[in-house]
């Protein structure tokens, strides 16, 4: 039985962090010097994992995608993936990574049931990776992009554009996108939780970034849509499709059904959402799958988060969260909530 929240959307996709844990440190992500990391005892183990993901599924949830932190760096990965890849009722099983550790694994992650990848890349640019993520693995991710065409193909990537970083290259990246067969979708910079020196300045907008598009490859069509996915997809005259995800200018709260467990499971039903709902205290403390499946429900049905909108509201703009306050609790991270 699907459930609705208080704005009749309803509980369809969840993100799963399966750790906290990354191998980058993106700018607009990770941009400290150092982290505090969850306890590892804290950490839902598969089993833990699997059971919740059971109730969500009989809640009406049909599309789950493994996030991080870096996912890759979560141990038997394709364990957790085999598991989740036998419920018929996930529809849609995705992951995001950032493919540093792709190319050897990416066999077994497709023979293990995984359906579809999301691979982010925001730049081509060997000295330029390495100011955006501070290591020097271009080389592994392009060889992971590499290990995708063949594993799964028509997988996505992820490119977040920050003006005066990688604005540059939205053409050479679209580009490299349609070369390999990829949907590359671009992604405004969002003051999210990690984004410490986020300021609007930086962000390109949907518009900037449709008219750099059109006046390097001529007309744009939009491509009519359907479903509740966050990105708006165009069509270039040769057939290449693009999506962009406006998430800062032009937010799309009012179909969001999506929610977020974090690797010791809390639950958060907005990506600017304060406060998390505790699962692994019941999970661990003996709760029925009734009683998990109640709590959810109750939850799920008195929610009005509409983050992304309250903070288009507001006039003066800065990041969401003093470093500090993030220092003290790092579930307020986006490398912890999962993106
Ligand atoms: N580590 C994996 C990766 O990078 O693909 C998965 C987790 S990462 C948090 C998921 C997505 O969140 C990435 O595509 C990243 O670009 C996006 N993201 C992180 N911080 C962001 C920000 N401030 N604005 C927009 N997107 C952001
Ligand atoms: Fe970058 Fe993803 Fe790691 Fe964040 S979690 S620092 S976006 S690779
Ligand atoms: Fe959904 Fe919150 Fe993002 Fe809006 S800001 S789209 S409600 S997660």
Redesign the pocket.
């Known amino acids: 039985m699907p459930v609705f929240d208080a704005h009749q959307r309803p509980l369809r996709n969840l993100r799963l962090?399966v750790t906290d844990r990354?191998n980058?440190r993106?700018q607009?992500?990770m941009p400290e010097a150092d982290y505090l990391w969850l306890p590892r005892e804290d950490i839902l183990q598969f089993e833990e994992i699997d059971r919740l993901v059971d109730q969500f599924l009989e809640l009406g949830v049909d599309k789950v995608r493994l996030?991080?932190?870096?996912?890759l760096l979560r141990r038997d990965l394709p364990d957790l993936v085999t598991r989740l890849a036998r419920k018929p009722r996930i529809r849609d099983f995705a992951m995001?990574?950032?493919?540093v550790l792709l190319a050897p694994v990416a066999g077994a992650l497709k023979a293990a049931g995984l359906h579809r990848l999301?691979?982010?890349l925001?730049t081509l640019q060997p000295d330029r990776f390495v100011k955006l993520a501070r290591f020097d693995e271009l080389g592994r991710v392009i060889a992971g992009i590499d290990a995708a065409v063949d594993t799964f193909p028509g997988f996505k990537i992820?490119?977040?554009m920050i003006r005066g970083v990688n604005d540059d290259e939205l053409i050479p990246l679209l580009d490299f996108a349609r070369e390999r067969r990829a949907e590359i979708r671009f992604?405004?910079?969002?003051?999210?939780g990690?984004?410490t020196s986020?300021s609007m300045q930086q962000v390109v907008s949907r518009q900037d970034m449709l008219a750099t598009i059109a006046a390097h490859h001529g007309p744009v069509e939009p491509v009519p849509e359907t479903s509740s996915a966050p990105a708006e997809r165009y069509r270039l005259a040769d057939g290449t499709v693009f999506g962009i995800i406006a998430?800062t200018t032009e937010p799309f709260c009012k179909s969001c059904d999506r929610s977020r467990l974090t690797a010791d499971g809390l639950w958060y039903l907005c990506l600017y959402g304060a406060r998390g709902v505790d699962l692994r205290g019941p999970l661990r403390g003996g709760a029925s799958d009734e009683a998990l499946r109640e709590l959810v429900t109750g939850v799920w049905h008195a929610r009005t988060d509409r983050g992304a909108e309250a903070r288009l509201s507001l006039r003066e703009r800065s990041p969401l969260i003093p470093v500090n306050t993030l220092r003290r609790d790092p579930h307020l991270e986006?490398?912890t909530?999962?993106?």
Not at 96 to 99: E, L, R, S
Not at 187 to 192: A, K
């Open positions: 962090s990354c980058l993106c607009y992500c996030t991080g932190g870096e996912p995001t990574t950032n493919a999301t691979i982010s925001d992820d490119t977040v992604i405004e910079y969002m003051d999210v990690g984004a986020w998430s986006m490398h909530r999962g993106g």
